[in-house]
């Protein structure tokens, strides 16, 4: 899982911070400018509550598994061949 924080809707409201401070780091003004991150697996539901703790919704979740699922599957059961018996 990545954490992107939008720098230009950032506010320094600091909630994240507050909320997740692992991942959330802030400048010298409050600011959270992180950019894109890489969040360990053991970080990442502290990575959630402060995306969701955020008021100006400037924290985006770039969730691995939700690329892995838009690749096609080679899932014979929805096949447009019909049964594998006929
Ligand atoms: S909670 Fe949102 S607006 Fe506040 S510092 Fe964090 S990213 Fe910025």
Known sequence: MKVRVDSS???GHAMCHALAPEVYTLD???????????VHPTQQAAALR???GCPER?????????????????DHRSSAKGPPYS
């Open 9 to 11: 809707l950032c506010q």
């Open 50 to 52: 402060g995306r969701d």
């Open 28 to 38: 010298d003004l409050g600011f959270c400018n992180i950019g894109e991150k890489e």
């Open 58 to 74: 400037a924290i985006t979740i770039l969730d691995h598994s939700e690329q892995v699922s838009d690749t096609p599957t080679l």
